[in-house]
Nanobody, 115 residues
């Protein structure tokens, strides 16, 4: 069955960096658009980024553009989210997903940005 397993979250200070990973299995990863979504405390799911199946095209939400970079390694069935210059408002559970709405997502990894 489809499995999406996120890792790499943690506690980071404002201005710091983290790299999240998403290990995928149970489907043909290299043929799928992939997404990152997040959910801040008390809020709904928020789309973060989309990457094409081949990894040659990607887009990041405006509030994170220039700070977040999405990439993928199809040979490893893994997607990444490089997060730089983290802000307190980036605190959320981050999910990788097979759809933009996040209906098919993993269990998530917690990112906490705090001084």
């Amino acid at each position: 069955q489809v499995q999406l397993v996120e890792s790499g979250g943690g506690l980071e200070r404002p201005g710091g960096s983290l790299t999240l990973s998403c290990a995928a299995s149970g489907f043909t990863f290299s043929k799928n658009l992939m997404y990152w979504v997040r959910q801040a405390p008390g809020k709904g799911l928020e789309w973060v980024s989309t990457i094409s199946s081949g990894g040659d095209n990607s887009v990041v939400a405006a509030s994170m553009r220039g700070r977040f970079t999405v990439s993928r390694d199809n040979a490893k069935n893994t997607m990444y989210l490089q997060m730089n210059n983290l802000k307190i408002e980036d605190t959320a559970v981050y999910y990788c997903a097979r759809d933009r709405a996040g209906n098919e997502r993993g269990q998530g990894t917690q990112v906490t940005v705090s001084s």
